[in-house]
């Protein structure tokens, strides 16, 4: 049996291996259920989260629950005919050119 220490050092390792910090994830459909909690994952792992969905009201009111993680975020209403220019339209919030979309 694993002393507990031990146990925290190798939960703090796994944490930090798979850390997210400093990247944004861009998640589409991130209003809904399924890539919701998808968002809330990858704002646990560290990433700020942009959400867009079609629906404006879902997209923000997730990105309000990854804020309450302690995460930045935005909900971003998508729409067909923008999804070439939705990303320089928050100039700021992306950390380099890339971005982790699901
Ligand atoms: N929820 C489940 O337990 C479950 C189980 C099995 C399969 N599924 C399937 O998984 C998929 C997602 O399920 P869900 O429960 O999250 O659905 P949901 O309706 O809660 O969420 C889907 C979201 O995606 C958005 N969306 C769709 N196309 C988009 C686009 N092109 N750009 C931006 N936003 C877009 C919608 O506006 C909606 O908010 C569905 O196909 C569903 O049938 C869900």
Redesign the pocket.
């Given at each position: 049996m694993l002393e507990s220490s031990l146990k925290a050092q190798i939960f703090m390792d796994h944490t930090e291996m798979f850390s997210l910090a400093g990247k944004v994830a861009a998640v589409?459909?991130?209003?809904?259920?399924?890539?919701?909690e998808m968002a809330m994952g990858l704002a646990g792992a560290g990433a700020d989260v942009a959400i867009?969905?079609?629906?404006p009201a879902?997209?923000e009111a997730r990105a309000e629950a990854v804020r309450a993680l302690g995460r930045r975020a935005i909900g971003i209403p998508?729409t067909?005919r923008r999804s070439r220019t939705w990303k320089p339209r928050w100039p700021g919030f992306w950390p380099s050119s890339d971005a982790s979309t699901s």
């Open positions: 589409v459909g991130g209003g809904g259920v399924l890539a919701g867009l969905d079609f629906n879902g997209a998508a067909r």
